[in-house]
């Protein structure tokens, strides 16, 4: 969600009318945890492209994996 509404806020700041257009789901793998459903958000342009998990990538780095763990134990 914070990448879509980075590019949005970008969008916004250079005169060009954007906004959310819901979301899709995708179901992606990983080498530690197995297979698990992913929602990201889309844009009514079409102009967003997420970088943290492609649009078409089907498998995460063990890196990203790590990550995401270390945050949500944080909270």
């Given amino acids: 969600e914070g990448e879509l509404e980075n ?3 970008e969008n916004k700041a250079s005169g060009e ?8 789901k995708k179901t992606v793998r990983s080498l530690q945890s ?9 844009d009514r342009n079409g102009t967003f492209e997420p970088k943290i998990v492609a649009k078409r990538q089907l498998i ?7 990550n995401v763990i270390s945050m949500y134990a944080r909270g």
């Fill in 60 to 66: 995460i780095t063990e890196e990203l994996e790590d």
């Fill in 34 to 42: 197995g297979s698990f459903e992913l929602e990201s958000g889309r």
């Fill in 17 to 24: 009318s954007n906004r959310k257009n819901g979301k899709t």
């Fill in 7 to 9: 590019h949005l806020l």
